[in-house]
Every structure is written in structure tokens, then in C-alpha cells.
């Protein structure tokens, strides 16, 4: 196979927020956008920041948290909670890591 078989622009993926937590505090799960792919630059700085340096890895997953049209959540001073930003660091790995 060919590398442009398989080669495509990055699509936006929706990613819910819905354990059980989620759910008993806001009744519904949350939802947030992600690119599919990412620039290997950024995925090996994703990969090499992990608990050592916990707060360069919520910087890159803040950049990387989208709404349904591709702009950036967490910007302007706009921050989500503590335990929702945790959450979400913690699904935007699992799902970049696959």
C-alpha cells in the first residue's frame, strides 16, 4: 500500500465527557472537538511531557480542545473547571495515543 492511500487532512472528532461524575453533575455528558491527526511536533511533545511536567501537557491539550467548528475552547482568559480540564487531558491522550 501507498503511503497516499492512507495520507488525508485532519477531520474533527467529537469527544464526550461521560462518566459518572460528568453525568451527576451537569445531567448530560460534555462534549468537545479534537483534530484526528496532529503534527508529529506535537505529538511527541504530548507523549513526552506526561507526569513530569504535567503543566506543559495541559498547555498543548488546551490548544488542542475545539468546539464543533475547530476554534479553540480555552482562550481569552476562558478556562474550564479544574476536574473537567483534568478529564479532558486525560481523554485527549488516550484517544491521540491510540
Do not use: C, H
Amino acid at each position: 500500500m501507498k503511503l497516499t492511500q492512507i495520507a488525508a487532512k485532519p477531520k474533527l472528532i467529537k469527544i464526550e465527557l461521560n462518566d459518572e461524575d460528568i453525568i451527576k453533575e451537569y445531567n448530560e455528558p460534555l462534549e468537545f472537538w479534537i483534530y484526528d491527526r496532529q503534527p508529529m511536533s506535537k505529538f511527541v511533545k504530548l507523549a513526552n511531557s506526561g507526569k513530569e511536567n504535567y503543566e506543559e501537557l495541559v498547555n498543548i491539550v488546551e490548544a488542542l480542545v475545539l468546539d464543533e467548528q475547530g476554534t479553540p475552547i480555552i482562550k481569552d482568559g476562558v478556562l474550564l473547571p479544574t476536574m473537567i480540564m483534568t478529564k479532558v487531558v486525560t481523554k485527549v491522550v488516550d484517544v491521540l495515543g491510540k
